[in-house]
């Protein structure tokens, strides 16, 4: 086996991948390699033709494809090292991490410091326990969007989509444009789950039916996808039987939620959070294990590739410092929990080290009109507070911290209300 | 690509490439016979041989006396030698029967009674007390340890068969519907399929839930198949809440909802039994998950329905309470049919046992000096051990590239799936017998690589890839002028 040791190592070259290794390698950290296990750099930002990326980070609006690109121009002007076709199969705590690819076998890399950078996976239909048959046409929404705008198949003409998130949403509209017909988009909430916007570009543009608080019941076909019963659901949550109603089609997509995927995270015995499914991690992305560090969906599914590349290039700058030795070992840590109207708070915990402003990514529980998302100390002292017009799970808001405000030993905690008061400085 | 076609006559042509069928056929290869194999679905394994419990029982349950009950022992007997010679993995982990409440108790006390009848051995009773501490996620009053349980992939189990028999002389032929039985006065001429005629000495109907159909065929049908649904639910690999097999105490008809551990790591929960009057109906229900975990939670409390990652349904092949094994009024004709549980544990002696019945047939039977028992193991990459995964990439560095994440399958071993006697040539025939898509992102990740390959070996267009045979092809595209804006 071979065996080599270098300092910095990224495991996936998608956003989150590329801009930790970029922000590394700028911060002078020449041996820096990305193991990733696909043929292209990119991650899951190639099979992204459509529009909406890049507002934030470049101010343009770019398609997947011409984000991914900036950073993998950047990638190979600086010639910073990588293995495509490289799968790692375990990392252990001591960092030594097991590779295998075609190329160069089974191989062990010895790192400084890595960056978790895998993203994540999609909520299947076993996993929603939908009864029914099991035939051909039953699709994820992330691989329909490869099998359609990587590979060229479209794998359907009559569509159903469960569940409102994203890359359904997208899905919808990429698969009209192809020919096929959405009949409809099937969501339990009684919100989509995914951005406004698309809400708004990828279904009532295309007069594609939203069915809210809604659920599907049963997938039937013997062979092939025939149809799919919805249901309406009850104030309980149940389906309502009696108003029940079979929409035929031959393929459904699911897109109903996205997973963090920490296989090899366990692996290396990272502390993961079980309401995110990613690991704990603190204001400078490093997880429970000294020197690996988390960035990306990984940590938990963002739904702005802005905010993955800003977030890894914190990851790749304190990575940097931790192979210089410069990190503090064990600082101590402000915790920080999700309260009333918060489903989650990333960074898990402050660092006590170190001063400066820690920008928090909250998501929202429910949609609120007129929310406050405030963060709580000891006593519940109010430390910081910020007003917005509206607020949806599908949209992670963030609140900005001084370290210097916190007091030492207190627990935080960020909370989102509505209030009566009406919002005007909020956009 | 196709199987061949069958030749036009045969010694012995099996009807169904379930466990049964196949097991016959290695068994009848190991004679100076020509065998075909017959099967109407797309793969060897698919009908209830794909989808049941995949445990080989001790072999208290049947009614001593029975048929079952003799071919279980028999069986049970046999499988570990069996597994040995065909590379199958065959892990002996134990299973136990449980009292739920004190009110069960006695129950125990009359299956004790049977096992020695039935001469199961090492059985033994056990109380609530010591039943937790070797099962601490286990609820009961107590127990019935049963040590001779095991649990295999029986997919795996069907593929080193058929492989095995194919090595061996075995013609096998999917997708190859019996149409029709040929009998003349009273006997057997041979069976008409879409390919052509085969003539045959003797037919073995072996054909499962259709098996009452196949001897209508032959006129030879004195019993009705009433399948009988079972559900389960597969748990995520991460689960693992018991180590042996949990039965609750049976009824007369079922075993009950069980909580069994696989021999690749997951825990499987079921399954329920209910009639259903559609051969084609192999639908989970929203009862049906109900009932599986509410039974199997109040077995083994910390199952949650959220652990579930996949379900399927298999139907029983019920014709009464006892096998039906032997020959019919058409000369040449045997029936193997009714076979439901213990019918996995019985299959190797059912097999031997229709040896005996082919001999009565048409004569004493030549035993052949070249038969090879042995089909060479093929280990799963992911249970190797990171040196031995090392040296295989270093052989075939095809291995090197890992093409289902989740279950870490290789592109080796995708090909060698692919390539070989008795090959997949659909995703499920890969799934089955590589475990690619059957992990917890059950194929989103893997399913668009596993297609180009599929495509490329088999030559064809990803559009004629099927999920399992013709009529569940993957992709159905729009027209191409579909849209009309």
């Known amino acids: 086996m071979r065996c080599t040791t270098t300092d910095l190592v990224i495991i996936g070259a998608g956003p989150a991948g590329l801009a930790a290794a970029l922000e590394a390698r700028r911060r002078g950290i020449e041996r820096t390699f990305i193991l990733e296990r696909d043929e292209r750099l990119g991650g899951i930002l190639p099979q992204c033709i459509h529009l909406g990326f890049g507002l934030h980070y470049f101010g343009e609006e770019l398609t997947g494809c011409e984000y991914a690109q900036r950073f993998i121009g950047d990638v190979e002007a600086l010639d910073v090292a990588r293995r495509l076709r490289c799968m790692v199969l375990e990392i252990t705590p001591g960092r030594a991490i097991y590779a295998a690819s075609k190329a160069r076998g089974m191989e062990r890399i010895e790192a400084g410091a890595i960056v978790l950078a895998m993203g994540c996976r999609e909520r299947t239909r076993g996993a929603l326990r939908i009864p029914g048959t099991r035939p051909a046409g039953i699709y994820t929404a992330g691989t329909a969007q490869r099998l359609v705008n990587i590979e060229g198949i479209i794998p359907g003409t009559r569509f159903v989509i469960i569940g409102s998130g994203d890359i359904g949403l997208i899905m919808a509209r990429r698969l009209t444009l192809s020919g096929a017909t959405v009949e409809a988009v099937v969501e339990m909430m009684p919100y989509p789950g995914g951005l406004m916007r698309n809400v708004v570009q990828c279904l009532h543009d295309f007069d594609i039916p939203l069915h809210l608080r809604h659920t599907v019941t049963r997938i039937d076909g013997p062979v092939r996808v025939e149809g799919v019963t919805i249901a309406p659901l009850d104030d309980a949550g149940k389906p309502i039987a009696t108003q029940a109603r079979r929409l035929a089609c031959d393929t459904v997509l699911v897109s109903a939620g996205l997973i963090p995927e920490n296989e090899l995270s366990k692996t290396a015995g990272v502390q993961l959070d079980p309401r995110t499914g990613g690991a704990i991690v603190d204001d400078v992305m490093q997880t429970s294990v000294p020197g690996i560090f988390a960035a990306g969906d990984v940590v938990y599914p963002h739904d702005l590739v802005d905010a993955v590349s800003t977030e890894a290039e914190v990851a790749g700058r304190a990575a940097a410092r931790f192979i210089r030795g410069e990190m503090v070992a064990e600082p101590q840590w402000w915790p920080m929990e999700a309260g009333d109207g918060a489903r989650m708070v990333i960074p898990q915990r402050i660092r006590a080290d170190g001063d400066g402003e820690v920008q928090l990514a909250v998501r929202p529980a429910s949609p609120m009109q007129n929310a406050v998302l405030t963060l709580h100390g000891a006593d519940n002292r109010i430390i910081a507070q910020r007003r917005r017009r509206a607020v949806w799970p599908a949209e992670v808001e963030t609140l900005t911290v001084d370290k210097g405000a916190l007091r030492p030993g207190e627990r935080l905690r960020v909370t989102i209300a509505e209030s009566p008061h009406e919002d005007r400085t909020s956009l | ?485």
């Open chain 2, 1 to 485: 690509m196709t199987d061949p076609a069958p030749p036009l006559s045969a010694d012995v042509v099996v009807i169904g490439a379930g466990v049964v069928g196949c097991f016959i056929a290695r068994e009848l290869v190991q004679y100076d016979l020509t065998v075909v194999l017959l099967e109407k679905r797309s793969d060897v394994g698919a009908g209830t041989s794909g989808a049941n419990s995949a445990v080989v029982h001790a072999g208290i349950d049947p009614r001593p006396g029975t048929l079952m009950a003799e071919l279980n022992r028999a069986g049970a007997d046999a499988f570990p030698a069996v597994c040995q010679q065909l590379g199958v993995d065959l892990a002996m982990i134990g299973g136990y029967i449980v009292a739920k409440d004190d009110s069960e108790l006695p129950i125990l006390d009359r299956l004790l009674e049977r096992s020695r009848h039935n001469r199961v051995p090492n059985v033994r009773l056990i109380t609530g007390q010591e039943l937790r501490e070797r099962q601490p996620a286990v609820r009961g009053a107590g127990a019935i340890h049963v040590p001779h349980t095991g649990v295999l992939d029986v997919h795996q189990l069907v593929f080193a068969l058929a492989e095995n028999a194919a090595q061996n002389g075995a013609v096998i032929c999917r997708e190859c519907p019996v149409e029709a039985v040929l009998v003349r006065n009273g006997h057997l001429r041979g069976v008409l399929t879409p390919a052509g005629e085969v003539a045959a000495r003797v037919v073995i109907n072996a054909a499962g839930v259709d098996s009452d159909e196949v001897a209508g065929m032959a006129g030879a049908c004195d019993f009705t198949i009433t399948p009988c649904k079972g559900e389960y639910y597969v748990l995520d690999k991460a689960v693992k809440p018991v180590s042996s097999v949990i039965h609750p105490v049976p009824t007369e008809r079922t075993k009950g909802i069980c909580v069994i551990p696989t021999v690749d790591g997951n825990t499987l929960i079921g399954p329920t039994a209910h009639d259903v009057s559609d051969k084609a109906d192999l639908s989970t229900t929203e009862a049906g998950l109900a009932e599986a975990h509410s039974s199997a939670a109040a077995l083994c409390p910390p199952i949650e329905l959220t652990d579930v990652i996949a379900a399927y349904a298999g139907l029983r092949a019920v014709a009464g309470d006892d096998f039906i094994i032997g020959p019919t009024k058409v000369g040449g004709f045997i029936n193997v049919a009714g076979i439901k549980s213990p019918g996995l544990t019985a299959a190797p002696a059912i097999a031997h046992r229709v040896v005996a019945l082919v001999a009565e047939q048409i004569g004493p039977l030549r035993q052949r000096t070249d038969f090879d028992p042995v089909r060479p193991p093929r280990p799963r990459f992911s249970t190797l051990s990171g040196e031995k995964q090392a040296e295989l990439i270093a052989q075939d560095d095809e291995h090197g590239e890992i093409v289902c994440r989740c279950e870490t399958v290789t592109r080796a071993e995708v090909r060698a799936a692919i390539r070989g006697p008795v090959g997949a040539r659909s995703l499920d025939g890969l799934k089955y017998r590589t475990r690619a898509g059957m992990g917890r992102c059950q194929g989103a990740f893997c399913l668009p690589r596993v297609v180009k390959i599929l495509a490329g070996e088999l030559d064809i267009s990803p559009l004629e890839l099927t999920k399992f045979g013709s009529g569940s092809e993957l992709f159905i595209p729009p027209e191409a002028d579909a849209w009309d804006p």
